[in-house]
């Protein structure tokens, strides 16, 4: 009976790491994708300054 428990956890811990992994691989982003969107902001970010400054001063 008890070797019978120590099976089922061994199962459920495969189980558990297995779906760990997957999961794991499945919501990485790589570091092309973050700097790519960094930049897309920060372009954004800059050139709406710009314009904001821009429409002030023209007032």
Same mark, same amino acid.
């Given at each position: 009976?008890?070797?019978?428990?120590?099976?089922?956890?061994?199962?459920?811990?495969?189980?558990?790491?297995?779906?760990?992994?997957?999961? *794991?691989?499945?919501?990485?982003?790589?570091?092309?994708?973050?700097?790519?969107?960094?930049?897309?902001?920060?372009?954004?970010?800059?050139?709406?300054?710009?314009? *904001?400054?821009?429409?002030?001063?023209?007032?």
């Amino acid at each position: 009976m008890i070797h019978d428990r120590i099976e089922q956890q061994d199962l459920r811990d495969r189980k558990l790491q297995s779906l760990e992994a997957r999961i *794991t691989r499945e919501s990485r982003v790589g570091w092309p994708t973050l700097t790519a969107t960094a930049v897309l902001v920060v372009v954004a970010v800059l050139i709406s300054v710009y314009l *904001t400054l821009d429409a002030c001063a023209l007032r």
